[in-house]
């Protein structure tokens, strides 16, 4: 329910130059192909409020997500509520979307790499247009203990690159440069 993580936009070591190294020293979990479908919302702009409702096709599996306002003093921590759609609902879910006053706002592609390493989820991700990130999400933990993993993570693995707090969402509708 409550989501805590932290992202990175990667410098060194390259994403394919990572992803060996974790596949030697975690657990290797799924990869997926994701289309993240953004919606606004016609009676309060989410980008004020800072919250989300997407639409995500993973793989050939799709799911509806709301997500709160972001909370706490490191990386980003927020409520965050998924349910799963079958692939014959999604129409009807689009429709009643547009009925209530959602629109579709932005579209974010991405592949994606998951490994878990304790209560650590480390997804490796190449975002179309905006390039590789790496995103660690803790499951049950504290602020406290995900600003501690990460760190020791980012020593362990020898990372180089920028923690940010802005979404991939907000960093393309910025024109962000992947040159950076
Ligand atoms: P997840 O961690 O759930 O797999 P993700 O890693 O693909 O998601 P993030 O960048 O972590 O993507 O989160 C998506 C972000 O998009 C949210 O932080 C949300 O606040 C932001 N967002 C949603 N709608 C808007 C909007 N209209 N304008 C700007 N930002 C938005
Ligand atoms: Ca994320
Ligand atoms: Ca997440």
Not at 43 to 48: G, Q, S, T
Not at 60 to 73: M, Q
């Amino acid at each position: 329910m409550i989501e805590r993580e932290v992202k990175l936009k990667l410098k060194s070591p390259s994403l394919e130059e990572l992803e060996k190294l974790l596949e030697r020293r975690s657990v290797k979990l799924d990869e997926e192909v994701q289309e993240d479908i953004y919606f606004n919302y016609k009676y309060r702009d989410f980008k004020d409020s800072d919250e989300a409702v997407r639409l995500r096709k993973s793989n050939n599996e799709y799911e509806l997500t709301y997500k709160g306002p972001k909370t706490g003093n490191y990386g980003k921590s927020r409520e965050e509520i998924t349910v799963r759609i079958s692939e014959k609902d999604v129409q009807n879910i689009n429709i009643i979307m547009e009925r209530i006053g959602l629109y579709k706002a932005f579209t974010v592609k991405k592949t994606r790499k998951n490994f878990k390493i304790d209560s650590y989820i480390i997804s490796l991700d190449r975002v179309e247009g905006l390039g590789d990130f790496v995103e660690v999400e803790g499951q049950d933990v504290t602020e406290s203990q995900l600003k501690d993993f990460f760190q020791k993570f980012i020593d362990d693995f020898q990372i180089k690159g920028e923690v940010t707090n802005i979404s991939y969402l907000e960093l393309l509708l910025r024109g962000y440069d992947k040159s950076k």
